[in-house]
Each structure stands twice: as structure tokens, then as C-alpha cells.
Nanobody, 123 residues
Framework: QVQLVESGGGLVQAGGSLKLSCAFS????????MGWFRQAPGKEREFVAA????????YYADSVEGRFTISRDNAKNTVHLQMNNLKPEDTAVYYC????????????????WGQGTQVTVSS
């Protein structure tokens, strides 16, 4: 059974940076595409970023393109989300996801979810 554990969330001022990490265990990490999704209060869960099993392909939501960077370390079974120039509208619970073989673009394309980590950006 795959387990995903996020860390790195917190409170930051607008314009600041945070780096989220996700530790993967239970299966062969390098066979999974990984993603980050987020959910703000009263809103639906939305796609943020995804990375292929090799790390060679990445996708971003338009709202974070140029500010966020997803990366992975297959030797350490971890995936990261570097978030720069944060805005109050980035405030949400951020979830790490794992998908067998395909890059996730929607929640139903994710096979496993972490418990989430809160990111709060103050204005």
C-alpha cells in the first residue's frame, strides 16, 4: 500500500516562499507519476502541478506557472513543490498524489493521496 506524507506547510507573507515535500513509501517510487493538488475553503480540489516518473515532463496550472516548481528525487523517494512569490489566493490545503503511469491532471486520475499540509499566505 502506498503511503504519502507531506511536510513543509505553514504561514508566510505574500511574496514569500515555501517548499513542500512528500515522502513516498510502499511501492516502487520511480513507477509512479506524482502530483500536487490543493483545496481552499469552500472550493473544489484543484490541480497544481504534476511530474512524470522520470522527472522529464512537468505540467502546471496556469495560476502557478512561473512561480511554482515541482521536482522529484527517485533515489530518496521524495517529491517537492517549491513555491515562490506566494499570493493570498494560494492559501489552501496542499495534497501530494501518486498515479500509476500517467500524469494526473484531475483528482480522479490520482490513485493515492496524502493527508495534506496547510499553506496560509497573509496579505
Amino acid at each position: 500500500q502506498v503511503q504519502l506524507v507531506e511536510s513543509g506547510g505553514g504561514l508566510v507573507q505574500a511574496g514569500g516562499s515555501l517548499k513542500l515535500s512528500c515522502a513516498f513509501s510502499g511501492r516502487t517510487f520511480s513507477t509512479f507519476a506524482m502530483g500536487w493538488f490543493r483545496q481552499a475553503p469552500g472550493k473544489e480540489r484543484e490541480f497544481v502541478a504534476a511530474i512524470s516518473w522520470s522527472g522529464g515532463t512537468t505540467y502546471y496550472a496556469d495560476s502557478v506557472e512561473g512561480r511554482f516548481t515541482i521536482s522529484r528525487d527517485n533515489a530518496k523517494n521524495t517529491v517537492h513543490l517549491q513555491m515562490n512569490n506566494l499570493k493570498p489566493e494560494d492559501t489552501a490545503v496542499y495534497y501530494c498524489t501518486a498515479s500509476r503511469g500517467r500524469l494526473p491532471r484531475s483528482p480522479d486520475e490520482c490513485d493515492y493521496w496524502g493527508q495534506g499540509t496547510q499553506v496560509t499566505v497573509s496579505s
